[in-house]
């Protein structure tokens, strides 16, 4: 018999930015093979994360994707829903409304985050008291002067790699300490899944380093000249995959227009700091799309169209701190939605 450390990963009850909290069960297991079914549900109370009150504080813990923990001896990662004690989802389980349960809708996520010091409260690279040169040099940079957190960022992709996540790249962004990795899954809840657990693996990794990842989409002010961090969502379905149709791609698209706040209310607190239309995106207030446009608010890929309208779309909306279950599903809702024969 083995003893095994299972961490617990769920998400609380604060709106609307939700927050990662966890816990470790440790368990005897003869040949654990690291699979879901042999996991248990759990509980927590739920009145210490906005979930519960005093009096009836009990939610349930229920594992739905399991990870090798790479920072571990004999450990597991451990994504659960959160259920109320009747076994329902709980309202703040977004995971739990996600319409895919043939897993036809693959997503890409570009999870773009600050490095933050804790002891100067700002993003590698700023000197207390001023700024750094002006954005321009920073974005896919090497070199010292320009570049900062890479000892973290790599150390991350390799967690990541080695917990078994479909982890697809790394390069740092536009602004001074402000970096991306990009996942991609198929399915949308496997999508979330990853998400989460690589946001886990940053976010623990920090601690070790006496740094924060700060995921506001404007963490230095709506006013700064600074580019925001957004989560760009590329997503497809067969329809997209293999229709071969302009006016099938465009039919989608414009499935999207009537839905603007439907989206944006789940695309991220803080977003309209982010949205205004300058620094490669489109207008909170505004819906366009177009090929390979950067300034839309959903880009048709340049390859999408040279594939022969066979391929994927990328809505540009969301920002950093949103919650990828949410915006997956509020994503395939409105492309089920698309009047297309």
Known sequence: M????????WLDGYFPTQNMRS????????????????????SFDGSSTRQASGGASDCLLKPVAIYPDPARINGYLVMTEVLNADGTPHVSNGRATIEDEDDDFWFGFEQEYFIMDNKTQLPLGFPIGGYPAPQGMYYCSVGGKNTHGRLIVEKHADLCIDAGLNFE???????????????FAKGAKKAGDEIWI????????????????????????????????????NFSNTV???????ETYEKICEAFRPVVKEHIAVYGEFNDQRLTGDHETASIHDFSYGVSDRGASIRIPIITVEKGWKGWLEDRRPASNGDPYKIAGRIIKTVKSANIS
């Open 169 to 183: 790249g790394i390069n740092q962004e536009v602004a001074s300490g402000q970096w991306e990795f990009q996942l």
């Open 240 to 246: 997209l995959r293999t229709c071969g149709s302009k």
């Open 2 to 9: 083995a003893k095994i450390k299972l961490e617990y990963i």
């Open 23 to 42: 816990k470790t069960k440790v368990e005897e297991h003869e040949n654990f093979q690291g699979t879901i079914e042999e996991l248990g549900m759990w």
């Open 198 to 233: 690589a946001r886990y693996l940053l976010d623990r990794l920090t601690e070790q380093h006496g740094y924060y990842i700060d995921y506001h989409p404007k963490p230095l002010g709506k006013d700064m000249d600074w580019n925001g961090s957004g989560m760009h969502a």
